[in-house]
């Protein structure tokens, strides 16, 4: 079944330290995104990418990074100048004819 | 900017009920706009979408939603609450009025269903 999938469900992030949350899709779909959910606040789009090897920043970028190397993956990397990482984090990929899926999420949590 | 409005974070029905659940969009092109459920501690899954063709539009689980251009609004209703329906539910846009792109989101409304 076509899908996508998001490990780890759950994830705890020490002080100082990078975490990288895994986005992988089996939809050929050329756009991927990541959001991010606070409760109350909606998504909030974190980066995107349109076609592989290429991305932009969404609306809170600051203390992520992404890669897109493969037209499948676009994995997450939450880094130690996020402040307030604790979220939950959704991954979705659509297409030119098609709207936007999502993946079950990763919770993260700070130790 | 384009943006999303949901009236409610927070409703209440009792099981058999009508569900409406309100979203008031600006855009400066004509819309694409989507409803999404989210059960708790998953995904969001594809409710119904608006993309320019009829202006009711039927998803799955019973729900629908009016395209009404001149009170930009897309409010999601359902005849009769089930138990199941108990979730959150987000409305979004298309800045571009296309799908491929990013999406804005409203900030979700928690739908109660009481017994």
């Known amino acids: 079944d076509g899908g996508i999938t998001q490990s780890p469900k759950y994830l705890f992030r020490k002080e100082g330290q990078n975490v990288t949350l895994s986005c992988e899709q089996n939809l050929n779909h050329d756009a991927m995104y990541w959001y991010r959910q606070d409760p109350g606040q909606g998504l909030r789009l974190i980066y995107y990418?349109?076609?592989?090897?290429?991305?932009q920043k969404g609306d809170i970028a600051e203390g992520y990074s992404v890669s897109r190397e493969k037209k499948e993956s676009f994995p997450l990397t939450v880094t130690s100048a996020q402040k307030n990482p604790t979220a939950f984090y959704l991954c979705?990929?659509?297409?030119?004819?098609?709207?936007?899926?999502f993946g079950d999420g990763t919770r993260l949590s700070i130790l | 900017a384009q943006s999303v409005t949901q009236l409610g974070s927070h409703v209440s029905v009792s099981e058999g009920a009508l569900v409406l659940l309100r979203c008031n969009y600006s855009?400066?092109?004509?819309?694409?706009l989507f409803w999404y459920v989210q059960y708790p501690n998953q995904g969001l899954q594809l409710l119904l979408k608006y993309t320019s063709a009829a202006t009711l539009v039927k998803g799955i689980n019973g729900f629908e939603a009016e395209f009404k251009k001149s009170e930009t609004s897309f409010h999601l209703t359902k005849p009769s609450a089930h138990m199941s329906d108990a979730a959150e539910y987000f409305c979004?846009?298309?800045?571009?009025?296309?799908?491929?792109?990013?999406?804005?989101f409203g900030a979700g409304t928690i739908l109660r269903v009481k017994s």
């Open positions: 979705a990929s659509g297409s030119s004819d098609q709207p936007q899926h």
């Open positions: 990418s349109q076609i592989v090897n290429d991305f």
């Open positions: 979004a846009v298309s800045p571009y009025g296309e799908y491929g792109n990013k999406l804005v």
């Open positions: 855009s400066s092109v004509p819309p694409y």
